[in-house]
Protein backbone atom coordinates (compact mmCIF):
# COMPACT_ATOMS: atom_id res chain seq x y z
CA UNK A 1 0.00 0.00 0.00
CA UNK A 2 2.77 2.54 0.87
CA UNK A 3 5.85 1.12 -1.06
CA UNK A 4 6.99 4.05 -3.04
CA UNK A 5 10.24 3.97 -5.68
CA UNK A 6 12.66 6.16 -5.84
CA UNK A 7 11.07 8.19 -8.65
CA UNK A 8 7.70 8.69 -6.45
CA UNK A 9 10.06 9.82 -3.47
CA UNK A 10 11.70 12.36 -5.72
CA UNK A 11 8.06 13.69 -6.79
CA UNK A 12 7.16 13.65 -3.11
CA UNK A 13 9.91 16.31 -2.62
CA UNK A 14 8.68 18.46 -5.83
CA UNK A 15 5.28 19.00 -4.70
CA UNK A 16 4.41 21.53 -2.30
CA UNK A 17 4.17 20.52 1.16
CA UNK A 18 0.59 20.69 2.22
CA UNK A 19 -0.51 23.12 4.99
CA UNK A 20 -0.67 21.44 8.46
CA UNK A 21 -4.77 22.03 8.23
CA UNK A 22 -5.14 19.75 5.13
CA UNK A 23 -2.57 17.13 7.02
CA UNK A 24 -4.99 17.31 10.25
CA UNK A 25 -8.01 16.96 8.10
CA UNK A 26 -6.39 13.79 6.01
CA UNK A 27 -5.71 12.43 9.65
CA UNK A 28 -8.94 13.24 11.34
CA UNK A 29 -11.32 11.82 8.01
CA UNK A 30 -9.41 9.24 6.94
CA UNK A 31 -10.41 7.26 3.86
CA UNK A 32 -8.45 8.11 0.51
CA UNK A 33 -7.25 11.04 1.45
CA UNK A 34 -4.82 9.13 4.22
CA UNK A 35 -3.41 7.26 1.44
CA UNK A 36 -1.99 10.38 -0.31
CA UNK A 37 1.89 10.46 -0.15
CA UNK A 38 1.75 13.87 0.01
CA UNK A 39 0.35 13.47 3.64
CA UNK A 40 4.00 11.45 4.55
CA UNK A 41 5.61 14.20 3.24
CA UNK A 42 4.23 17.10 5.09
CA UNK A 43 4.64 15.25 8.37
CA UNK A 44 8.51 15.79 7.80
CA UNK A 45 9.88 18.58 9.34
CA UNK A 46 7.00 19.69 11.56
CA UNK A 47 7.71 22.48 14.43
CA UNK A 48 7.16 22.00 17.86
CA UNK A 49 3.93 24.30 17.29
CA UNK A 50 2.63 21.99 14.99
CA UNK A 51 3.28 18.82 16.90
CA UNK A 52 0.77 20.74 19.85
CA UNK A 53 -1.92 21.09 17.27
CA UNK A 54 -1.22 17.31 15.75
CA UNK A 55 -0.62 15.73 19.32
CA UNK A 56 -5.00 15.31 19.95
CA UNK A 57 -6.09 14.34 16.85
CA UNK A 58 -2.89 11.65 16.60
CA UNK A 59 -4.27 10.56 19.76
CA UNK A 60 -7.75 9.97 18.76
CA UNK A 61 -6.85 7.85 15.95
CA UNK A 62 -7.66 4.09 16.17
CA UNK A 63 -4.42 2.03 17.17
CA UNK A 64 -4.49 0.10 14.12
CA UNK A 65 -4.08 3.06 12.10
CA UNK A 66 -1.64 4.50 14.36
CA UNK A 67 0.64 1.50 13.97
CA UNK A 68 0.24 1.64 10.02
CA UNK A 69 1.02 5.65 9.82
CA UNK A 70 3.86 5.24 12.55
CA UNK A 71 5.61 1.71 10.92
CA UNK A 72 5.41 3.43 7.53
CA UNK A 73 6.62 6.75 8.27
CA UNK A 74 9.65 5.09 10.53
CA UNK A 75 10.43 3.14 6.94
CA UNK A 76 10.00 6.12 5.03
CA UNK A 77 12.81 8.25 7.28
CA UNK A 78 15.43 4.93 6.56
CA UNK A 79 14.99 5.44 2.90
CA UNK A 80 14.53 9.08 2.12
CA UNK A 81 17.22 11.11 3.80
CA UNK A 82 15.82 14.58 3.26
CA UNK A 83 12.36 13.66 5.16
CA UNK A 84 12.71 14.47 8.80
CA UNK A 85 10.57 13.09 11.35
CA UNK A 86 12.67 14.06 14.59
CA UNK A 87 9.42 16.33 16.43
CA UNK A 88 7.24 13.45 14.87
CA UNK A 89 9.23 10.45 16.58
CA UNK A 90 8.99 12.42 19.92
CA UNK A 91 5.80 12.88 19.75
CA UNK A 92 4.98 9.39 19.15
CA UNK A 93 7.76 8.16 21.33
CA UNK A 94 4.89 8.90 24.27
CA UNK A 95 2.30 6.47 22.65
CA UNK A 96 0.07 4.35 24.03
CA UNK A 97 0.47 1.41 21.91
CA UNK A 98 3.89 -0.25 21.89
CA UNK A 99 4.47 -1.04 18.48
CA UNK A 100 4.15 3.10 17.65
CA UNK A 101 6.47 3.61 20.30
CA UNK A 102 8.79 0.73 18.47
CA UNK A 103 8.50 2.64 15.15
CA UNK A 104 9.45 5.86 16.82
CA UNK A 105 12.56 4.55 18.31
CA UNK A 106 13.43 3.64 14.40
CA UNK A 107 12.21 7.44 13.23
CA UNK A 108 14.64 8.78 15.41
CA UNK A 109 18.13 7.17 14.33
CA UNK A 110 19.44 10.19 12.93
CA UNK A 111 18.69 12.17 16.39
CA UNK A 112 22.46 12.07 18.82
CA UNK A 113 21.31 14.21 21.40
CA UNK A 114 21.37 13.37 24.92
CA UNK A 115 18.08 14.04 25.63
CA UNK A 116 17.09 11.39 23.50
CA UNK A 117 19.65 9.02 25.05
CA UNK A 118 18.11 9.65 28.33
CA UNK A 119 14.53 8.80 27.21
CA UNK A 120 15.90 5.04 25.59
CA UNK A 121 17.80 4.44 28.84
CA UNK A 122 14.41 4.80 30.73
CA UNK A 123 12.45 2.53 28.10
CA UNK A 124 15.24 0.34 28.18
CA UNK A 125 14.69 -0.32 32.02
CA UNK A 126 11.15 0.87 32.09
CA UNK A 127 9.18 0.18 29.61
CA UNK A 128 5.99 -2.28 29.91
CA UNK A 129 6.51 -4.42 26.67
CA UNK A 130 9.40 -5.99 26.14
CA UNK A 131 9.89 -5.51 23.09
CA UNK A 132 9.71 -2.19 23.55
CA UNK A 133 12.87 -2.45 25.80
CA UNK A 134 14.75 -4.65 23.24
CA UNK A 135 14.50 -1.77 20.58
CA UNK A 136 15.55 1.31 22.82
CA UNK A 137 18.51 -1.38 24.42
CA UNK A 138 19.49 -2.06 20.75
CA UNK A 139 19.45 1.89 19.99
CA UNK A 140 21.79 2.37 22.96
CA UNK A 141 24.56 0.78 21.08
CA UNK A 142 24.47 4.16 18.48
CA UNK A 143 25.61 5.93 21.59
CA UNK A 144 27.56 3.08 22.68
CA UNK A 145 29.56 3.53 19.49
CA UNK A 146 29.46 7.85 19.50
CA UNK A 147 31.35 7.05 22.72
CA UNK A 148 34.03 5.45 21.27
CA UNK A 149 34.40 7.94 18.84
CA UNK A 150 34.72 10.34 21.14
CA UNK A 151 31.96 12.03 19.63
CA UNK A 152 29.31 11.73 22.56
CA UNK A 153 30.66 13.00 26.09
CA UNK A 154 32.28 9.62 27.55
CA UNK A 155 30.33 9.91 30.82
CA UNK A 156 26.70 9.69 28.85
CA UNK A 157 28.15 7.25 26.56
CA UNK A 158 29.47 5.11 30.15
CA UNK A 159 25.52 5.55 31.08
CA UNK A 160 24.62 3.43 28.11
CA UNK A 161 27.28 1.16 28.66
CA UNK A 162 26.36 0.29 32.24
CA UNK A 163 22.45 0.13 31.15
CA UNK A 164 23.45 -2.61 28.70
CA UNK A 165 26.10 -4.50 31.06
CA UNK A 166 23.67 -4.42 33.64
CA UNK A 167 20.61 -6.13 31.12
CA UNK A 168 23.17 -8.57 30.03
CA UNK A 169 24.84 -10.01 33.43
CA UNK A 170 20.59 -10.18 34.76
CA UNK A 171 19.69 -13.40 34.12
CA UNK A 172 16.14 -13.31 34.76
CA UNK A 173 16.44 -10.53 32.63
CA UNK A 174 14.26 -11.23 29.44
CA UNK A 175 15.69 -12.90 26.56
CA UNK A 176 15.36 -10.61 24.16
CA UNK A 177 16.28 -7.78 25.85
CA UNK A 178 19.61 -9.53 26.91
CA UNK A 179 20.39 -10.30 23.12
CA UNK A 180 20.40 -6.64 22.14
CA UNK A 181 22.24 -5.67 25.44
CA UNK A 182 24.70 -7.74 24.14
CA UNK A 183 24.51 -6.13 20.43
CA UNK A 184 24.92 -2.89 22.14
CA UNK A 185 27.48 -3.27 24.51
CA UNK A 186 29.76 -5.00 21.69
CA UNK A 187 29.96 -1.33 20.09
CA UNK A 188 32.23 -0.86 23.22
CA UNK A 189 35.77 -1.63 24.11
CA UNK A 190 34.69 -2.55 28.02
CA UNK A 191 36.76 -6.05 28.68
CA UNK A 192 33.81 -7.85 29.18
CA UNK A 193 32.47 -8.04 25.64
CA UNK A 194 34.83 -10.97 24.57
CA UNK A 195 33.50 -13.12 27.62
CA UNK A 196 30.04 -12.42 26.84
CA UNK A 197 30.10 -13.04 23.20
CA UNK A 198 31.60 -16.68 24.24
CA UNK A 199 28.41 -16.92 26.83
CA UNK A 200 26.19 -15.88 24.05
CA UNK A 201 28.00 -17.99 21.14
CA UNK A 202 27.46 -20.93 23.44
CA UNK A 203 24.04 -20.16 24.43
CA UNK A 204 21.58 -22.94 23.49
CA UNK A 205 18.95 -20.40 21.77
CA UNK A 206 19.57 -20.01 18.14
CA UNK A 207 18.74 -16.25 18.27
CA UNK A 208 21.15 -15.66 21.37
CA UNK A 209 24.09 -17.16 18.77
CA UNK A 210 23.03 -15.35 16.54
CA UNK A 211 23.62 -12.04 18.57
CA UNK A 212 26.83 -13.28 19.34
CA UNK A 213 27.98 -13.39 15.78
CA UNK A 214 26.63 -9.75 15.29
CA UNK A 215 28.56 -8.55 18.12
CA UNK A 216 31.40 -10.44 16.90
CA UNK A 217 31.25 -7.96 14.02
CA UNK A 218 30.39 -4.88 15.82
CA UNK A 219 33.96 -5.32 17.72
CA UNK A 220 35.61 -4.81 14.65
CA UNK A 221 38.01 -7.46 16.17
CA UNK A 222 39.95 -9.68 13.62
CA UNK A 223 39.87 -12.53 16.66
CA UNK A 224 36.50 -13.50 16.03
CA UNK A 225 37.90 -14.87 11.98
CA UNK A 226 37.67 -18.24 12.59
CA UNK A 227 34.53 -18.20 14.16
CA UNK A 228 32.93 -16.08 11.45
CA UNK A 229 34.35 -17.91 8.17
CA UNK A 230 32.89 -21.17 10.10
CA UNK A 231 29.35 -19.87 10.36
CA UNK A 232 29.46 -18.50 6.76
CA UNK A 233 28.63 -21.83 6.03
CA UNK A 234 26.24 -22.63 8.90
CA UNK A 235 22.94 -24.27 8.07
CA UNK A 236 20.74 -21.98 10.05
CA UNK A 237 19.84 -18.99 7.80
CA UNK A 238 19.89 -16.99 10.79
CA UNK A 239 23.12 -17.68 12.17
CA UNK A 240 24.39 -17.20 8.14
CA UNK A 241 22.94 -14.15 7.66
CA UNK A 242 24.76 -12.39 10.85
CA UNK A 243 28.51 -14.11 9.80
CA UNK A 244 27.75 -12.42 6.32
CA UNK A 245 27.62 -9.47 8.14
CA UNK A 246 30.23 -9.65 10.19
CA UNK A 247 32.32 -10.99 7.57
CA UNK A 248 31.93 -7.23 5.92
CA UNK A 249 32.40 -5.54 9.07
CA UNK A 250 36.00 -7.02 9.75
CA UNK A 251 36.70 -6.91 6.33
CA UNK A 252 37.91 -10.66 5.93
CA UNK A 253 39.26 -10.89 2.19
CA UNK A 254 39.62 -14.52 2.70
CA UNK A 255 35.36 -14.98 2.99
CA UNK A 256 34.74 -13.07 -0.50
CA UNK A 257 34.33 -16.64 -2.41
CA UNK A 258 32.11 -17.50 -0.11
CA UNK A 259 30.37 -14.13 0.35
CA UNK A 260 29.86 -14.15 -3.55
CA UNK A 261 28.43 -17.44 -3.56
CA UNK A 262 25.97 -16.48 -0.37
CA UNK A 263 25.30 -13.28 -3.20
CA UNK A 264 23.86 -16.02 -5.69
CA UNK A 265 21.94 -17.97 -3.35
CA UNK A 266 17.65 -18.43 -2.71
CA UNK A 267 17.58 -15.73 0.47
CA UNK A 268 16.84 -12.69 -0.68
CA UNK A 269 18.33 -10.16 2.84
CA UNK A 270 21.25 -12.67 2.76
CA UNK A 271 22.18 -11.97 -0.87
CA UNK A 272 21.90 -8.20 0.07
CA UNK A 273 24.38 -8.39 2.90
CA UNK A 274 26.48 -10.58 1.54
CA UNK A 275 26.88 -7.42 -1.69
CA UNK A 276 27.56 -4.59 1.28
CA UNK A 277 29.62 -6.79 2.41
CA UNK A 278 31.83 -7.55 -0.31
CA UNK A 279 32.07 -3.87 -0.70
CA UNK A 280 33.20 -3.24 2.58
CA UNK A 281 35.86 -5.63 2.51
CA UNK A 282 36.95 -4.26 -1.26
CA UNK A 283 40.35 -5.62 -3.06
CA UNK A 284 40.38 -6.93 -6.42
CA UNK A 285 38.91 -9.99 -5.87
CA UNK A 286 35.72 -8.81 -4.28
CA UNK A 287 35.20 -5.82 -7.65
CA UNK A 288 35.84 -8.55 -9.64
CA UNK A 289 32.96 -10.88 -7.73
CA UNK A 290 30.43 -7.65 -8.05
CA UNK A 291 30.82 -7.15 -11.81
CA UNK A 292 30.38 -10.59 -12.26
CA UNK A 293 26.73 -10.29 -9.88
CA UNK A 294 26.42 -7.27 -11.74
CA UNK A 295 26.36 -9.08 -15.02
CA UNK A 296 23.85 -11.36 -14.12
CA UNK A 297 21.87 -8.89 -12.49
CA UNK A 298 21.34 -6.99 -15.90
CA UNK A 299 20.81 -10.09 -18.03
CA UNK A 300 17.66 -10.88 -15.26
CA UNK A 301 16.55 -7.43 -15.59
CA UNK A 302 16.71 -7.03 -11.94
CA UNK A 303 17.19 -3.39 -11.32
CA UNK A 304 16.89 -3.24 -7.76
CA UNK A 305 19.51 -5.84 -7.04
CA UNK A 306 21.60 -4.39 -9.96
CA UNK A 307 21.63 -1.20 -7.93
CA UNK A 308 22.94 -2.55 -4.54
CA UNK A 309 25.94 -4.16 -6.36
CA UNK A 310 26.68 -1.08 -8.14
CA UNK A 311 26.69 1.17 -4.58
CA UNK A 312 28.62 -1.92 -3.41
CA UNK A 313 31.41 -2.10 -5.79
CA UNK A 314 31.24 1.83 -5.47
CA UNK A 315 32.59 1.35 -2.32
CA UNK A 316 34.88 -1.54 -2.93
CA UNK A 317 36.76 0.62 -5.58
CA UNK A 318 36.77 3.56 -3.48
CA UNK A 319 37.67 2.33 0.81
CA UNK A 320 38.23 -1.30 -0.41
CA UNK A 321 40.71 -3.30 2.07
CA UNK A 322 43.35 -4.05 -0.35
CA UNK A 323 45.24 -6.14 2.53
CA UNK A 324 47.10 -9.11 0.93
CA UNK A 325 47.41 -10.61 4.39
CA UNK A 326 45.11 -13.49 3.26
CA UNK A 327 46.45 -15.80 0.31
CA UNK A 328 43.91 -16.49 -1.97
CA UNK A 329 45.63 -17.62 -4.83
CA UNK A 330 43.30 -20.45 -5.26
CA UNK A 331 39.99 -18.27 -5.65
CA UNK A 332 39.82 -18.40 -9.45
CA UNK A 333 37.93 -15.01 -10.78
Same mark, same amino acid.
Not at 137 to 150: C, D, P, S
Given at each position: MFDYDDDEQAELRRRE??????????????????????? =???? /??? /??????????IWRGLKDERRRTLSRHIADLSESDFELDYGEFGVL???????????????????????? !??????KMAQTDQSNDVRAAA?????? =????????ELPEREAQRAQQVAIKAWNDKAEDFH?????????ANSSHDSVPNAILEAYNHPELLMKA???????????????????????????????????AA??????????? !????????????????VWSLGEIGGDKAVNR??????????????? =??ELIEDALANAEMFGNLDLEFDDSDDDD
Open positions: KPSLDVILDALATGGEKLLSANI =FYGL /SGL /SPEEIDRLRPVLDDDDPEVRKAAIDMLWIDNSVT !LLSRLIMAELGR =FILLGEYEVRRRALEALSAVFAMGRTCNTRWTDLVMTELGSSEPEIQFEAARGELGLSQAVRY !LAALASGDDAETREVALSALAEEAEEREDDD =FL
